[in-house]
DNA sequence: GTAGAATCGAGAAATAATTCTCTACTAACA
DNA sequence: TGTTAGTAGAGAATTATTTCTCGATTCTAC
């Protein structure tokens, strides 16, 4: 079972399609088949069987001519690979609406992620519990996340006060930082930064939407 | 003001820059300024002048040598161009906390997206108001999507009852479709699906963390 | 005016990603 | 014990995307 040893890192193409390619892989798993081939998967996710092929090769699982591959044994892959079988604690800061549907989703440590606690700036919001997790002040941030060994920041919050969150996080040893806020955060060197910006998705649907009416 | 006229339809990556620059464009205009060129987005945003400048040809605006483009006119034409200046009327449904979260967003409109009611299938959210808008029966979603001439739906159901919700909203009439579940949902040609799986977001933050260990 | 610096825009080159092609292997079946 | 069909895996070909290069344009300063 040896890593495998990426010379360029894996395309972010393909990172994004491992997660897919995991749920459908459990869903089958819940039906109690034992293998699954890469036309099979291909069939029901419409896309190209070479492509998932090669998806899966990045996680170093090995297939069986006219078989497949070995079900449990190729989750398992995808999640080591993924960096899901060790669990890594998280903090979030901006405990507002999307902060909170965060805090609600209770299968992230299946994932990876345990976001252990929660920050904000405004004092009605500190104190208060969010999906059981007290919200915390946000100038306690940093020194917390470097005393518990914190590793992942979220940011939900505005995006005018979001470099200054991203800030205490780095100051607080945070390694990779999912930001959610819809602007450019500045980090050193290192750090890993995931933006998640939903004006962007939306643009995508709202351009294919009207493009679709131009042509008609 | 000719419609620029893509033979092929304009690239994924594009799509989602194009906001991305929208945000800063925004904070820009703000401080008074009332032109911008691509070196200086650009150093902005720590990326390549040549590629914005090809993402901002897609949207059919003129830039001037020496000067840059107009900020207000670069605006326009890239809210023109996503769609953003007509704004669609949403239906949500899945009043959850993510879905709850996104009725939150009161910005939407600016974006050319109004929710204007959300749907449910749980007795106990039916009836309830969440940020404005009453929560209505899930049975009543294709009826009322037809009659009020709806054409986006957003799905922010659980994974196992999704594609009964698509399907409620593709015989509603609705054109496009922004799925939040992470499930692949099987629609009709014609009908645009856009994919918002969080798990993938996740999976690229994580596996880039763990790949990050793996070097040191 | 004229020189110089900055920038757009278009096409070429380089790079990355996807899809195609072929070979070798495995299991099921006659 | 062949024979056949389905599949993984590797490499080639194709396609898409990004980056480079260069000429044309326009503003600023002298």
């Not at 029901?44 to 899966?56: G, H, M, N, P, V």
């Not at 609406?97 to 976001?115: E, K």
Request: glycine share 8%.
């Amino acid at each position: 079972m040896d890593e495998p040893k990426p010379l360029r890192p894996t395309s972010e193409a393909t990172l994004r399609r491992l997660p897919i390619y995991h749920h459908l892989l459990q869903k089958r798993l819940a039906t109690g088949i034992k293998t699954i081939s890469c036309s099979q998967i291909a069939e029901e996710l419409s896309c190209d069987a070479t492509q998932i092929r090669k998806d899966l090769a990045v996680t170093g699982i090995k297939g069986r001519p006219k078989v497949g591959y070995d079900l449990a044994a190729l989750i398992l892959s995808i999640e080591i690979f993924l960096g899901w079988s060790r669990v890594r604690k998280a903090f979030l800061a901006g405990a507002g609406h999307l902060g909170s549907a965060l805090l609600g989703y209770n299968r992230f440590h299946h994932y990876g992620l345990d976001i252990v606690a929660a920050f904000d700036r405004d004092p009605d919001r500190v104190g208060t519990k969010v999906h059981g997790r007290e919200v915390l002040p946000i100038n306690k941030l940093a020194g917390l996340a470097k005393r518990m060994r914190v590793e992942v920041g979220i940011i939900t919050v505005p995006a005018p006060v979001a470099q200054e969150v991203a800030d205490f996080m780095v100051s607080g040893g945070v390694r990779a930082i999912w930001n959610f806020a819809p602007t450019k955060i500045n980090v050193p060197a290192g750090v890993i930064v995931q933006n998640e910006d939903l004006y962007s998705s939306l643009g995508v649907l709202l351009q294919k939407l009207s493009a679709a009416h131009r042509l008609r």
